[in-house]
Structure formats: C-alpha cells, structure tokens
C-alpha cells in the first residue's frame, strides 16, 4: 500500500483495524469530548457517525495526521497500533485530551512511553471492552480506551464495558465481571 505521508513509516494492512460501532458509540458517551475534536484516523467514520462536526484525517485519503499542526480539545480514534509512540507524542503537541482505543499493553510496556505519558500529564482514565475477539481484532490482547489529559496529576480510574444481555432473563456470565 504506498501512499505519501510525512511520517516515513510504511502502513501495515494488519494496523488496519476498524473500530465496532458499538465501541464508538460508548466511548463517545462515557468520555464526552467537546469543543474543537480532531478524528486523526477516520477509517470508515465510526467515530464521526456520534461526532459529526469533528474535524478529521485519514492518510488513505490524502490527510496525513502527522502534517496536522492546529490545536484541538480533544482527540480521539483508534491509531494504528504500531505507530502508538509516535501518535502518542504528536497528539500531545495538539491537544488536551486524547483518548486513544488500543491493546491495553501498548500503553504499559515500554518504561519511555509511560514516562512521556506522566510528564506531559497523565492518565485519567482506562475503560476495558474485553479481549480483541470480542471487538472482531484478529488477537486477544485487553483492548481498552485510555483517556490521557494534559497536566493531569491525580489517580487514573478505570472500569469495564458490561455487554448487554442477549436474554434479559439469564445474564450473560461469560460478560459478567465480579
């Protein structure tokens, strides 16, 4: 897949990983962003169908994220998981709140990434939808919706998306947590 972009890293058809439209909708729900919101990876919009005057990027239609220089509220999407690091940095230079859907050890297992993480603010907030099958990703892995705010310094909250019952009758205990 070419296309131009300014940051020289080739796209990987396996970061291609579209959010479900049930994840989108709870996150934009539950994190609430306002003002000025940049979608830096549209993919196929989900994220724009529940936030429909945020602004947007998508590098396979010419908006390469990495040229984008504005300052924005919020930011949220689901970056492509290999190029996490440099989302990360460059989302800092542009907004105050990013929430950013990954595999949860994306965001823990390199000591640099929690560092640049803590010293630019924090983590505010964790929300787990489960391992990846359950959001059709081709891998296990805990995916999870970090909410990351600039100069942020207090706890970093968490909680767990609670798929609803197919049968409102008997509750789904493979969903249930606790």
């Given at each position: 897949?070419?296309?131009?972009?300014?940051?020289?890293?080739?796209l990987d058809d396996k970061d291609v990983v579209y959010t479900p439209d049930w994840v989108?909708?709870?996150?934009?729900?539950?994190?609430?962003?306002?003002?000025?919101?940049?979608?830096?990876?549209?993919?196929?919009?989900?994220?724009?169908?529940?936030?429909?005057?945020?602004?947007?990027?998508?590098?396979?239609?010419?908006?390469?994220?990495?040229?984008?220089?504005?300052?924005?509220?919020?930011?949220?999407?689901?970056?492509?998981?290999?190029?996490?690091?440099?989302?990360?940095?460059?989302?800092?230079?542009?907004?105050?709140?990013?929430?950013?859907?990954?595999?949860?050890?994306?965001?823990?297992?390199?000591?640099?990434?929690?560092?640049?993480?803590?010293?630019?603010?924090?983590?505010?907030?964790?929300?787990?939808?489960?391992?990846?099958?359950?959001?059709?990703?081709?891998?296990?892995?805990?995916?999870?919706?970090?909410?990351?705010?600039?100069?942020?310094?207090?706890?970093?909250?968490?909680?767990?998306?609670?798929?609803?019952?197919?049968?409102?009758?008997?509750?789904?205990?493979?969903?249930?947590?606790?």
């Amino acid at each position: 897949m070419e296309q131009p972009q300014l940051l020289q890293i080739p796209l990987d058809d396996k970061d291609v990983v579209y959010t479900p439209d049930w994840v989108a909708a709870d996150m934009v729900d539950f994190f609430k962003p306002s003002g000025r919101i940049l979608e830096p990876c549209k993919g196929n919009g989900v994220f724009l169908k529940y936030l429909p005057t945020a602004e947007w990027c998508e590098i396979q239609e010419g908006r390469d994220f990495f040229a984008w220089s504005e300052h924005v509220d919020w930011i949220i999407t689901n970056p492509p998981f290999a190029q996490f690091g440099k989302f990360v940095t460059h989302s800092m230079s542009l907004s105050d709140n990013i929430v950013f859907l990954v595999p949860c050890y994306k965001v823990f297992n390199a000591y640099k990434t929690i560092v640049t993480i803590f010293n630019w603010g924090g983590i505010r907030y964790m929300r787990v939808f489960g391992p990846g099958g359950r959001l059709g990703f081709s891998y296990g892995y805990s995916i999870a919706a970090f909410h990351f705010q600039k100069g942020y310094k207090g706890p970093m909250y968490s909680s767990i998306y609670q798929l609803p019952s197919t049968n409102p009758d008997k509750p789904d205990d493979a969903h249930r947590i606790g």
